[in-house]
C-alpha cells in the first residue's frame, strides 16, 4: 500500500518531471539511498509482469523491494517518509531554478562577502543581462533588481577602499517601492473586485491618501505600477471610463513587460469591468469592448495555460461574439480554437456550441439536429443544451415537443441536487416564463404586459434578453 500523500503528490508529475526526478534521486549529492531509488521505480514503472496484485498491500510491496528480508513496518514508513521529502525537495529546487535570476542572486549573496571582485561582477553582470532578456518590468522585475543592487551595496560594504558612494542603496530602494507599490495595488484591487462577487470583504489597510501619493509619486512611471493605479480608479470610479480605455491601451501596447500570469490578471479586471459593471448595468455596448478584449487576449495567447484553452473562457468568448452578431468570425473559432480545449472538453464544446451557433442565426431546424451529438458529460452542458432546445422549439412553434419539455425540465431542475439554489431558480424561472409565453393568447395584450413586467421584475432568470425579446414580439 503506497503512502496517500506520496501517492498523490507523484501523480502530479508529469512524464517530464517523472524523468527529472529520477535523476535528482540518482544524484548522491541529493539521495544517498538506492533503496529510495528501488521505491520510486517500482512506484513510477509498475512490478514485473505477475506480480501486479502485490502493489495493493504493504507486504507485497515491501517483498518486491527486500525478497530475503522479513517485513520490517518502521523502515517500510520511513522509505515513503523519505521518498516524500525528497519529492517536495525535488518541487522546490525545479521553482528555485524556474527564474534563471533567484539562483544568481543567492550566489550573490555568498560572493559579497568575499573580496573575489571578478567573480562577484561577472555573475552579476550574468544577472542583469537575464533581467534585460526577460524584456518584463512587472513586480518580479522589480524584486529582482532590488535584490540585485542589494547585493551590489553588500559587496561595496564588505571591500574596503571601494566608492563609497550610495548609487546601489538608492536604487536598491527605489526598486524596492515600485515593488511594494506594485503588490500592495494587486492587493486593493483585488479587494475591489471581490466586492463584485462575494459578501465578505478583505481587510487592506492603507496610509492615508495612498492614491494620491502613487499619483505624485516617480513610481507611476513604471508600467506595473500604473497599471494596477488605472484598474484602482477604473474601480472606485466607473462613470469615468478613460481609464478602462487607457489601461487597455496599456496592457496591449505593453504586454511584452508583463509576464502571462500579470496579464491574466489585468485582462480579467478589465473584463469583469465589462461585465460586471456595465453590460451588467445595461450597458449592452460593452459587449463590443469585451469581444475586443478577448480578441486581444487570443492573438497574444493571454488566456492559454500550457498550449491549451480555458473551457470558461471559450464559453464566454462564443456567447460574446454572439452578442455583436460576428457569426462568421465565431463559426471560425469553434473550428480553429476548439482542439485547443483539454481533450476532455473538445466534442461536447464543438458540437454545442455550433447548435448554439445555428440558434442565433435563425437556423433553428440544425439546433435540433446538432443537439442530438451532444452526450451530456457535464452539468453544464448538460442544462445549456435543455434550455437551448427549449427556446429552439418556442421558435419552431412546436407546441407538442415544447410542452413535454418543460414538464420534464422541470422535473430534472428540481430533482437536481449539484445546483446551487441561486442557479436552479434562473432555469426554473426561465422554464415558467417560456411557458406562460407558450400558453398566452395573442389578443390578451393585458395578460402579454403582465407577463412582460413580470420577467423584467424578476432578478434571477437566464436568458433574460431573449425572453423579453419574445415577450415583446408577442
Known amino acids: 500500500m503506497i503512502s496517500n500523500k506520496l501517492n498523490e503528490l507523484l501523480q502530479t508529475f508529469s512524464s517530464t518531471d517523472k524523468l527529472r526526478f529520477h535523476k535528482y534521486l540518482s544524484s548522491p549529492f541529493f539521495n544517498e539511498q538506492k533503496d529510495l531509488i528501488a521505491l520510486y521505480e517500482l512506484l513510477t514503472q509498475g512490478p514485473p509482469p505477475g506480480k501486479t496484485e502485490k502493489m495493493g498491500s504493504k507486504l507485497g510491496l515491501w517483498k518486491m523491494l527486500f525478497p530475503s528480508l522479513p517485513f520490517d513496518d518502521v523502515r517500510y514508513r520511513r522509505l515513503h517518509s523519505d521518498l516524500l521529502q525528497l519529492a517536495l525537495d525535488f518541487i522546490g529546487y525545479q521553482q528555485y531554478r524556474a527564474h534563471p535570476v533567484t539562483p544568481k542572486i543567492f550566489l550573490l549573496h555568498a560572493l559579497a562577502k568575499t573580496r573575489l571582485d571578478k567573480h562577484f561582477n561577472g555573475v552579476a553582470k550574468q544577472a542583469e543581462a537575464d533581467l534585460e532578456k526577460s524584456g518584463h518590468q512587472d513586480a518580479d522585475f522589480h524584486y529582482f533588481r532590488y535584490m540585485l543592487q542589494r547585493r551590489h551595496h553588500e559587496h561595496m560594504e564588505f571591500s574596503p577602499g571601494k566608492d563609497a558612494s550610495f548609487q546601489y542603496m538608492e536604487a ?48 507611476l512611471k513604471e508600467p506595473s505600477v500604473e497599471a494596477y493605479y488605472l484598474v484602482a480608479l477604473m474601480a472606485l470610479h466607473p462613470d469615468q471610463e478613460a481609464y478602462f480605455f487607457k489601461l487597455k491601451a496599456l496592457v496591449e501596447k505593453q504586454a511584452e513587460m508583463f509576464r502571462k500570469k500579470e496579464l491574466q490578471t489585468l485582462f480579467i479586471h478589465l473584463m469583469n469591468f465589462c461585465i460586471y459593471t456595465k453590460i451588467n448595468n445595461g450597458r449592452i455596448d460593452y459587449y463590443k469592448e469585451l469581444f475586443a478584449l478577448y480578441r486581444i487576449a487570443l492573438r497574444q495567447e493571454i488566456i492559454f495555460d500550457n498550449g491549451e484553452l480555458d473551457p470558461h473562457h471559450y464559453k464566454n468568448i462564443i456567447t460574446t461574439s454572439f452578442y455583436v452578431r460576428e457569426f462568421a468570425w465565431a463559426e471560425n473559432f469553434i473550428q480553429e480554437f476548439t482542439p485547443r480545449l483539454p481533450k476532455a472538453d473538445q466534442e461536447n464544446a464543438l458540437q454545442y456550441n455550433l447548435a448554439q451557433l445555428y440558434f442565433h442565426k435563425g437556423e433553428f431546424k440544425k439546433v435540433i439536429g446538432q443537439l442530438r451529438e451532444v452526450e451530456y458529460q457535464t452539468l453544464a452542458y448538460a442544462l445549456g443544451s435543455k434550455l437551448l432546445l427549449l427556446r429552439t422549439y418556442f ?68 436568458v433574460k434578453k431573449w425572453l423579453l425579446e419574445k415577450v415583446d414580439a408577442l
Open 172 to 219: 536598491a530602494d527605489y526598486h524596492l517601492d515600485c515593488y511594494y507599490l506594485t503588490k500592495k495595488l494587486e492587493h486593493y484591487c483585488d479587494m475591489l473586485g471581490y466586492q463584485n462577487i462575494r459578501s465578505a470583504a478583505a481587510d487592506i489597510y492603507l496610509f492615508p491618501d495612498f492614491l494620491t501619493q502613487v499619483e505624485n509619486s516617480p513610481y
Open 395 to 462: 421558435e419552431l412553434g412546436e407546441e407538442q415537443a415544447l410542452d413535454s419539455l418543460i414538464d420534464s425540465f422541470n422535473i430534472y431542475l428540481r430533482r437536481n441536487k449539484f445546483m446551487s439554489n441561486e442557479n436552479k431558480k434562473q432555469y426554473l424561472n426561465a422554464v415558467r416564463f417560456t411557458k406562460k409565453m407558450a400558453a398566452v393568447a395573442p389578443y390578451d395584450k393585458e395578460a402579454i404586459r403582465k407577463i412582460k413586467s413580470q420577467i423584467e421584475a424578476c432578478q434571477a432568470v437566464a
